[in-house]
């Protein structure tokens, strides 16, 4: 079962490798994982999707949040969550044809067209993982793809619940 | 300098300083290129003694026996490269039983690293999965801090090793500094929870107050939170039959009555037989490691389990815990008698007379009796001997193997820290180190290392070091001639073939021993191994070697059938209980 964990922790040299490594040390999966410093510059925040039975999932945020440089560790998979994705894709844009049917698809998707070359274009679209793999799914069908870039997964807790360093 | 001027510090100086502000008493290291300034800082103080070992995995063994004997953090000092990396082994040893440990590498100019420069190896990288933490030096200035942070990790919480790797350029001699010892550590990203949550606790109580076969499964958490005597204290007030890992002889007194011996793969009948009939199982930092164990899925089925660790991954890990407690064995046992005090609550008197009354006829089986009749050495009897001629007060060490099963079993640890072994890493070559490193702790306290013959030549090397420092050690080889716990694997599961579990060209641990300027004694099957032993023990300032010729064909017994329940065992060979 997927699942999306989010991470607080010092933006400390090494601090990502004691994560990533944590989980191919004890043979946990990692489908996607994204970091990048928050507001506050000390601090990273890590999502990572992963997948396992509920007692896997238990262990892997103890031992995530056993790690030194950890703050707090949330599985926020089963609440109100907000779960965004970013892709760049590059397609093979060369015949006018192609051109337009590429350009239809990226407006149905709401997706913009962020470069643009002679025979190629870059289509841009943040949203929710399942529409992301729809789009890059219809966009093969149209054309081909030359490459692509999935983000990974990042996502926050919908309301007012934050994961904020606890005052010490 | 008058008194309004600060005392100026190179990089070295702080580090030399903020080691004897954590309050290091024993530095265990070998010098080399990338530490030298470290080096030449440490020749001119006296505040810590330097002690140079011939090999850097040695440094982190030795350095382990002091943290366990002692509960003080251990320090190694280590160079670069081959020096970090030769480490790595006592680290992951110190990982796996939660030994305080803190190991300071040289690294190579900040300039080169990255730059496959001579002796440079990612001592971070290499050791990110056997420590609880570490840190890479950036500036000279954060040195005091990452020392004493590195202190604070160490021994707070569940203990561990903790690396500081320092580029050369960072400990050279052209800054001076001021000096600041951070007297108090606060780190917003690591708080353990010590207390138990106080209606967990009183669930607890309830639970092991009511139960009619309740047994206390203790581990190396309660020597590491020094809660024998609670432990003690709160086992006799419910009367409840003890028994402890490999890891935590002796915070009970192997001689008590309540206590029923070593429990898993090579416990006690009565022990093992416990666990499987037990009805609730309160377990005091102990981790249900798959030595204990046997198959999970038929572990303890009747049992409701109360787990203590202050490492709240260890809770639910491989046992499921109907009532887990996250916080210390010390504070929780504190929390359980301030409780049934204050409740004034007691133990069901009859039901424990009856739950004696069962274990007790477990007892009858006498599962570690042994025939010490045959013309061989029984290596049973060579323990017993050891624990006669000792009083049953020495500082035990042992390598990894039979010789430690029968250590374990054979000698009755009548307090927390007298027993030193590798039970996670189960790392050979542990035993001599180790020694040495409790015996500098403990000068006036006789000191033993059992091992084998196997064993011992993992770290003979480090009897050089003992006569340097003056460390006489007593080491005790069981020698079977043979690895003797592969060559009992070998024959119970891999029908007697005995791969390369011979030594056939073993060396003579007499002349060894001389040849290191020590002591050495045989003990020959028609020898009389008592007062051999006695008279090993009276140089009580010389390191003796004992080399004690002992059955080849001998087992471990009990043992857990693979596969089985807690209690499935072999009480001899062919004979199940």
């Not at chain 1, 219809?138 to 360093?165: C, F, Y």
């Not at chain 2, 309740?214 to 709160?234: Q, R, W």
């Not at chain 2, 739950?355 to 006498?366: D, F, L």
């Not at chain 2, 770290?459 to 003992?466: G, K, P, Y």
Request: aromatic share 8%; net charge negative; hydrophobic share 40%.
């Amino acid at each position: 079962m997927k699942h999306i964990l989010t991470i607080l922790m010092e933006n400390e040299p090494g601090a990502l490798s004691r994560v990533v490594g944590l989980f191919s040390q004890r043979g946990y999966n990692i489908d996607s994982i994204n970091v990048a410093k928050t507001d506050d510059p000390t601090l990273s925040r890590l999502t990572i999707c992963t997948s396992g039975d509920l007692a896997t999932l238990e262990q892997i945020t103890k031992q995530c949040h056993k790690l030194v440089d950890v703050l707090t560790v949330k599985n926020i998979t089963h609440q109100e969550h907000i779960e965004r994705e970013l892709v760049l894709i590059k397609v093979n844009a060369a015949d006018p044809e192609t051109k337009d049917s590429v350009k239809r698809i990226a407006d149905i998707f709401r997706a913009q067209i962020v470069d643009v070359h002679k025979e190629c274009y870059t289509v841009q679209l943040a949203g929710q993982p399942g529409r992301i793999s729809a789009l890059v799914k219809t966009l093969q069908d149209e054309t081909t793809i030359i490459e692509m870039v999935r983000s990974g997964a990042v996502g926050l807790l919908r309301g007012k619940k934050a994961l904020v360093p606890k005052a010490y | 300098m008058s008194s309004s001027e600060k005392k100026q510090y190179t990089g070295a100086e702080l580090v030399v300083q903020s080691l004897k502000d954590s309050g290091v008493k024993f530095v265990f290291g070998y010098p080399g290129g990338a530490v030298l300034d470290i080096y030449d800082a440490i020749y001119n103080q006296d505040d810590f003694e330097h002690i140079l070992v011939r090999h850097e995995q040695a440094a982190t063994h030795a350095a382990d026996g002091y943290a366990r004997s002692t509960g003080e953090v251990g320090t190694v000092l280590v160079t670069s490269g081959p020096g970090a990396t030769n480490a790595l082994t006592g680290i992951a040893t110190a990982y796996m039983d939660s030994i305080p440990m803190v190991v300071i590498s040289g690294q190579v100019p900040s300039s080169l690293i990255g730059y496959d420069a001579f002796q440079e190896t990612d001592m971070i990288g290499c050791s990110r999965p056997i420590v609880k933490h570490s840190f890479l030096c950036k500036t000279t200035e954060q040195i005091p801090e990452m020392i004493a942070k590195a202190y604070h990790i160490a021994k707070t919480g569940r203990p561990g090793p903790v690396v500081i790797d320092i580029p050369k350029d960072l400990v050279n001699n052209t800054g001076l500094y001021d000096y600041e010892y951070p007297e108090n550590i606060k780190m917003r990203s690591y708080n353990p929870t010590l207390k138990g949550n106080p209606r967990q606790i009183k669930k607890a109580i309830m639970a092991f107050t009511e139960a009619k076969r309740p047994v206390f499964y203790t581990g190396g958490g309660v020597i590491i939170a020094n809660a024998s005597d609670k432990l003690v204290e709160m086992a006799e007030r419910i009367n409840v039959p003890v028994t402890s890992t490999l890891m935590g002889l002796g915070a009970m007194s192997g001689t008590h009555k309540q206590f029923l011996g070593m429990l898993g793969m090579h416990g006690t009948l009565e022990a093992n037989k416990a666990m499987a009939n037990a009805d609730c199982i309160v377990s005091f930092g102990a981790r249900f490691d798959d030595r204990v164990t046997n198959n999970t899925s038929l572990f303890c089925p009747d049992a409701t389990i109360i787990h203590i660790d202050i490492d709240p991954a260890n809770i639910s890990k491989t046992i499921n815990a109907d009532i887990p407690i996250v916080g210390s064995a010390d504070d929780v046992l504190t929390q359980f008698l301030e409780l049934m005090d204050r409740a004034n609550l007691h133990h069901n008197a009859e039901a424990m007379d009856a739950w004696w009354e069962t274990i007790n006829g477990w007892r009858e089986t006498k599962c570690l009796s042994y025939d010490s009749s045959g013309p061989q050495r029984k290596p049973q009897a060579a323990v017993d001997a050891l624990y006669k001629a000792t009083n049953g007060d020495a500082f035990v060490t042992s390598d990894v193997g039979q010789h430690q099963m029968f250590g374990a079993l054979y000698y009755p640890y009548k307090r927390p820290r007298q027993w030193i072994n590798s039970g996670g890493a189960g790392t050979m070559g542990f035993g001599v180190p180790a020694a040495m490193g409790v015996k500098l702790a403990y000068p006036d306290s006789d000191v033993i290392c059992i091992s084998g013959d196997g064993s011992v030549q993992m770290n003979i090397q480090e009897l050089s070091t003992c006569l340097q420092y003056n460390i006489p050690i007593k080491i005790f080889i069981l020698n079977n001639r043979s690895l003797g716990m592969v060559r009992q694997w070998q024959d119970m599961q891999y029908g007697g073939r005995h791969s390369h579990s011979y030594m056939d060209s073993m060396p003579d641990f007499v002349k060894l021993a001389e040849a290191y300027g020590h002591v050495g004694m045989y003990v020959r099957h028609d020898e009389d191994l008592n007062s051999k032993v006695a008279e090993a023990m009276a140089m009580k300032d010389r390191l003796v070697i004992v080399d004690i010729e002992i059955e080849e064909e001998e087992h471990v017994y009990p043992m857990q059938v693979k596969g089985g329940a807690v209690d499935d065992m072999w009480l001899a060979k062919g004979v199940k209980a």
